[in-house]
């Protein structure tokens, strides 16, 4: 590769995104072009079933400024994610995703944003209107019960595309867990940061991977990864339980022992102690999600594996690998 170190480098997780890599290949490598700084793309495939890996590996043999590099197997966007930063070597850092619903042209924006002084310039979407109406929703209530809950705010409708310096870069790569929730772990390093609005394109080519399966486990990393909140909730349950359990004792005693009324039987009985079973199981449930996750970060195994790492020596300057 050139000894001339990149300004930019473009961070590109991909998973099954054949159909749409080599147009979103053409539309960012024009605005990179424009503005005049040198730059790389780093593609990295997170174990794709299709055909993305040649493509990129044909990208790559095409254009000089692209980096391939190819995971072990699908280790999750959020992995991929953090192996494209780990190996990023620009002065500012883009992730960004192949679908083209976040707009290349916005990378302008950005570097106005960055040469000002920012440390972070994040896109937000003003528009949704590409979504469904369920994913609308769902996302809505996702930001206000994270944000209420967890101890770092989450800016509402801002993705992974945004401009990082390497100050910003180097905090993150200090944090050492392995589940990771990418953007809690971007807004929890903090930094000077400016918004940039922006309305979402539908996807150029290809499907998502991402469904409501997915969506929903992603959801519960970041409020768990963030907050212990949910754990506290259930000794706010559990107290407002007992209380009218209580209540409801002493009710009973009083009616017996004055009024000489029989507490109701079977029936009453089956149905407290099926709700405090459900309430016990449900608590069981979140106390365990927590565990989980202590578990699996105390192997302390890596985030992701890298199996090749390829580019091509820029032509005006050869060396060896």
């Known amino acids: 590769m050139s000894n001339s170190e990149p300004i930019i480098s473009i961070v590109c997780p991909c998973y099954n995104e054949q159909a749409v890599l080599t147009i979103f290949m053409e539309r960012i490598s024009s605005v990179l072009q424009e503005t005049g700084y040198n730059y790389e793309v780093i593609l990295i495939n997170d174990g794709s079933k299709d055909d993305t890996l040649s493509v990129m590996e044909s990208l790559r043999e095409q254009d000089h400024h692209v980096r391939t590099v190819n995971l072990s197997r699908n280790f999750g966007k959020e992995a991929a994610l953090t192996a494209g930063l780990d190996l990023a070597r620009g002065e500012v850092i883009i992730p960004i995703d192949a679908d083209l619903q976040d707009p290349p042209e916005l990378i302008h924006d950005f570097l106005r944003e960055w040469n000002k002084g920012f440390d972070v310039v994040v896109a937000k979407r003003v528009d949704r209107s590409t979504d469904s109406w369920a994913k609308k929703l ?163 195994r890596p985030s992701y594996i890298v199996e090749s790492d390829k580019y091509q020596d820029a032509p005006e300057e050869k060396q060896n690998d």
């Open 138 to 300: 769902s996302a809505e209530l996702f930001y206000k019960f994270h944000n209420a809950v967890a101890h770092v705010e989450i800016p509402e409708n801002v993705g992974d595309f945004r401009l990082i310096n390497r100050r910003v870069l180097k905090a993150i790569q200090l944090l050492p867990e392995n589940q990771r929730f990418m953007k809690g772990i971007f807004s929890w390093v903090g930094f000077k940061t400016s918004v940039v609005e922006y309305k979402r394109e539908s996807r150029e080519a290809g499907e998502t991977s991402f469904n409501g399966w997915k969506l929903w486990n992603f959801a519960l990393d970041g409020i768990t990864s963030f907050s212990t909140a949910p754990l506290r909730i259930w000794l706010y349950i559990g107290s407002v339980i007992s209380a009218f359990a209580f209540l409801y004792l002493s009710i009973t005693v009083i009616k017996t022992l004055i009024f000489g009324i029989d507490s109701p039987g079977y029936a009453s009985l089956i149905t407290v102690i099926l709700f405090l079973g459900g309430v016990q199981l449900i608590g069981i449930g979140v106390l365990g999600e927590y565990v989980g996750r202590l578990y699996m970060e105390s192997k302390r």
